[in-house]
């Protein structure tokens, strides 16, 4: 009797092996692999900056076009933009890094429906003395279209690790437009106008799609991230959230085919 039934445990083995292959095959397992991560980054300091102007050179023969096209006032300046009410602090960027070394150059797991990148193209206007947006992020392979809508010169000047990217500068006439296809930098790339010293804005190019800018509301999201134990970088263009030993980011726990809601992190103002 014994050897009569070791066919039928064979068989059984043999089935559910064949089943867990198949569950692989059809993605029900994988899945199960990825999670999302969101939360907010608010204003850490004891005070909410008001909104405030740029104070643009009153001999400047673009300040009073300046003015006019941006609705009869000088244009932002973007340093710290706070909501008054919720505190939500925009313009930070926000992305996943490796849990032993966030500058680490290994490439992090990326769910199949992100290895294709869909938008090729990101713009960049500068129509009233100010950058349009502040803070832009880029995945590798992505291009930025940077336009000059105002009717009068501008220029382009960008650069970041001198060794990955070394950047240019550039005048823009109006109406002009000028691309760029960065690489993957551990440095922010810094934007800035030199006819408008003033104008500056900045970049960052990641070589996964896990990262963020923060909106109006400081509010930031990835989906589809990989499981498991990763650091969450937070970056302004004032400094690390936590100060300098903010390099290495907030570690985070990512679990499989959950949200994972950081709440909300306080930039205090270095």
């Known amino acids: 009797m014994q050897n009569a039934r070791q066919p039928r445990v064979r068989f059984h083995f043999a089935f559910c092996i064949l089943g867990f292959a198949f569950c692989i095959s059809s993605g029900t ?18 005070n909410v900056p008001a909104p405030a102007k740029l104070q643009l050179p009153p001999g400047d023969p673009s300040t009073p076009i300046c003015i006019k096209a941006n609705k009869g006032e000088e244009p932002p300046d973007e340093s710290f933009v706070v909501h008054q009410k919720n505190m939500g602090l925009r313009d930070v960027f926000v992305w996943l890094a490796d849990f032993d070394d966030p500058r680490s150059k290994k490439p992090l797991p990326t769910h199949p429906k992100l290895k294709a990148i869909k938008v090729k193209q990101v713009e960049m206007d500068q129509p009233a003395c100010h950058f349009i947006p502040h803070a832009i992020a880029l995945r590798e392979g992505q291009e930025l279209v940077v336009k000059n809508s105002a009717p009068f010169l501008h220029s382009f000047k960008w650069g970041g690790d001198p060794n990955v990217n070394p950047g240019e ?17 551990r440095l922010p790339i810094e934007i800035q106008c030199t006819v408008h010293t003033k104008m500056r804005s900045w970049m960052r190019v990641f070589s996964h799609p896990y990262f963020a800018v923060t909106d109006e509301n400081g509010a930031f999201e990835f989906k589809d991230a990989p499981a498991g134990k990763y650091r969450l970088m937070i970056w302004h263009a004032n400094g690390w959230l936590g100060g300098k030993d903010g390099n290495r980011g907030q570690l985070i726990d990512i679990e499989a085919g959950k949200v994972v809601n950081v709440g909300d992190l306080a930039f205090a103002p270095n």
């Open 29 to 46: 397992v994988q899945a199960q692999t990825w999670g999302d991560v969101k939360g907010r980054v608010i204003w850490g300091g004891k």
């Open 169 to 185: 500068s550039v005048a823009m006439a109006p109406g002009s437009t000028r691309t760029i296809k960065p690489a993957t930098d």
